[in-house]
């Protein structure tokens, strides 16, 4: 679990680091969200099972370049705290975004990774917004769906789809 969560930091690290050889001025977001939603799997005689996701926190750290700020790299570090246990996930992130006054629209895709305590790989695709309430600071709030196909909480053969909505606030971070 220790190396599932050093991976999960380092990888987080690298992808706000990424950045061009040439100069320019990088921008960073780091935000922390509330979630939830429901999911839908297959239940152990090939029922439908649906029922609502845990409630999650999210620690979200986003990062553009001035000389393209319609892109964005990042990734959330996801704790699952609601019905009775608690799980750790990464979610690695590219998200395009438009500014509308001051006010961001954006849409995003992402490869989350639950690690503890039980394993799940997906994809995920979501939708979300920022609304500045102030120099650097701002609400957010996103929903987004996530399709899981492999992993030790996935059923055989089946898979596990979860529709989850957030909001929170996010800091802009100078470097």
């Not at 050889?21 to 090939?46: E, K, P, W, Y």
């Not at 700020?69 to 990042?74: A, K």
């Amino acid at each position: 679990m220790i190396r599932a969560a050093t991976l999960s930091l380092t990888t987080l690290a690298l992808l706000a680091l990424a950045g061009e050889a040439h100069a320019q001025d990088r921008i960073f977001r780091a935000g922390l969200q509330v979630g939830g939603g429901v999911s839908f799997g297959q239940g152990g005689n090939a029922d439908l099972v649906v029922r609502p996701t845990p409630t999650f926190l999210d620690v979200e750290v986003r990062t553009w370049s001035s000389e393209e700020p319609t892109l964005s790299l990042g990734g959330v570090l996801r704790l699952e705290v609601g019905q009775g246990r608690v799980g750790g996930a990464m979610v690695p992130r590219a998200s395009y975004r438009r500014l509308i006054g001051t006010r961001e629209v954006r849409v995003f895709a992402g490869l989350p990774y639950f690690f503890a305590p039980y394993t799940m790989l997906g994809a995920e695709l979501g939708a979300g917004g920022r609304i500045d309430l102030g120099p650097g600071f701002g609400l957010v709030f996103n929903v987004m769906s996530s399709l899981f196909f492999v992993g030790s909480d996935v059923p055989d053969g089946g898979a596990i789809v979860m529709v989850n909505a957030t909001v929170g606030i996010e800091l802009g971070v100078r470097p």
